[in-house]
């Protein structure tokens, strides 16, 4: 499965993801401050799934690959990239 993470997710998740092998993009280090609708129209163009709770109109419009929504523990400022 191939990933594009909005920035809501931080970097240490991707990260994370990268460590396990995953083909993940994040949109902090490849298109910081885009918009939702940016970052849902590369996600289908790279055919990629995205993750964001936001994306729920934008999903029913554009029919991406896939929307997950991830539910992340709270974090320290320092750790959200």
């Given amino acids: 499965m191939k990933l594009l993470i909005d920035e809501n997710?931080?970097?240490?998740?991707?990260?994370?993801?990268k460590q396990?092998?995953?083909?993940?993009v994040s949109a902090i280090n490849s298109m910081k401050g885009a918009s939702d609708e940016e970052i849902?129209?590369?996600?289908?163009n790279e055919n990629r799934v995205t993750s964001d709770k936001e994306f729920g109109w934008l999903a029913f419009l554009y029919k991406p690959p896939g929307v997950i929504?991830?539910?992340?523990?709270?974090?320290?400022?320092?750790?959200?990239?």
């Fill in 9 to 17: 997710v931080g970097i240490e998740v991707y990260l994370k993801l």
């Fill in 20 to 24: 396990k092998g995953l083909d993940v």
């Fill in 40 to 44: 849902i129209l590369k996600a289908i």
């Fill in 69 to 81: 929504l991830l539910r992340l523990k709270k974090r320290k400022s320092r750790q959200q990239g």
